[in-house]
């Protein structure tokens, strides 16, 4: 059965740091999404992006955030200048069309 | 009002039960909608779409009422594979979907 995968399954960095987290969607997959979801509290949507460009995007996803598809099959979220309260778990998405998405298992981001 | 609102719960149910959730959400423009779990510390999975018309898959029952803006799911004869967190999405448009905060199901043995 296909699957997002995402990569690494654990980053810790030190406040202040950039991060990349990454992503494959499922192949045939053409809508990318990226949430995530401090210990303890609800989902929350950071971004959509299709054809290559953001589609949608949170009042969270701000300056300090950046996405891409550097290829064919890879999705990014950039974080720079990390802050404490950016440790959470980020999960990726991808649907086929505007319907259901189907999510990675998450990176946990920890800052320290 | 909360854009997406749940009744935390917990629920504790015993096997075989039946049991439902409710979910409201604020936005009338919302345009799909959609029940997921999720175990603790892992990723959300879908569970079913939701349609006007409701649909049903297996033990699963999903209902929309879109005059009163709020979804239903139904979980009948309960396992205890079915403890998790049951969460509701709505999209609002744009590729942008707001998550429910969860409601917690336990089933007892």
């Known amino acids: 059965e296909p699957e997002v995968t995402q990569t690494p399954s654990h980053q810790v960095t030190q406040m202040g740091q950039e991060v990349i987290l990454r992503c494959v969607p499922i192949?045939?997959?053409?809508?990318f999404y990226w949430y995530r979801q401090i210990l303890g509290q609800k989902v929350e949507f950071l971004v959509s992006?299709?054809?290559?460009?953001?589609?949608?995007k949170s009042e969270i996803f701000d300056d300090q955030f950046s996405v891409e598809r550097p290829d064919g099959s890879n999705f990014t979220l950039k974080i720079r200048s990390t802050k404490l309260e950016d440790s959470a778990m980020y999960f990726c998405?991808?649907?086929?069309?505007?319907?259901?998405?189907?999510f990675g298992q998450g990176t946990r981001l920890t800052v320290v | 009002r909360k854009e997406v609102e749940q009744d935390p719960g917990p629920f504790n149910v015993p096997e075989g039960a039946t049991v439902a959730f409710n979910c409201t959400y604020s936005n009338s423009a919302s345009q799909s909608f959609f029940w997921y779990r999720q175990d603790c510390r892992k990723e959300p999975k879908l569970l079913m779409s939701v349609y006007s018309s409701g649909n049903e898959d297996g033990r699963f029952t999903a209902q929309l009422n879109r005059a009163s803006q709020y979804i239903s799911l139904l979980i009948r004869d309960s396992k205890l594979s079915d403890s998790a967190t049951y969460l509701c999405?709505?999209?609002?448009?744009?590729?942008?979907?707001?998550f429910g905060a969860g409601t917690r199901l336990f089933v007892k043995a």
């Open positions: 992006f299709y054809n290559n460009e953001i589609s949608e």
């Open positions: 999405v709505v999209e609002i448009g744009g590729f942008k979907t707001i």
């Open positions: 192949s045939n997959h053409l809508y």
């Open positions: 998405a991808s649907s086929e069309r505007n319907t259901e998405a189907f």
